[in-house]
């Protein structure tokens, strides 16, 4: 399943280092966050996307603290 979502984020750097930290996500096919844009967009398994969507948040939190994922 692949959707999109707006994905607030203070630099491209910081946006970078969480595509790269999503992408290593088990049942994460594709990843990607676009700085300008302010989007992230997800491609990964439909039976535990619920599940994937939290560690992604959870991953992105960790990279870059101040980043917020509008669900």
Excluded: S
């Amino acid at each position: 399943m692949k959707k999109r979502y707006k994905f607030v984020v203070d630099c491209a750097n910081c946006a970078a280092k969480v595509e790269a930290a999503v992408k290593k996500i088990d049942g994460v096919n594709d990843a990607t966050v676009n700085f300008m844009a302010q989007k992230l967009v997800l491609d990964a398994d439909d039976a535990r996307f619920d599940e994937i969507l939290k560690e992604v948040e959870a991953v992105a939190k960790k990279v870059e603290p101040d980043c917020e994922l509008f669900v």
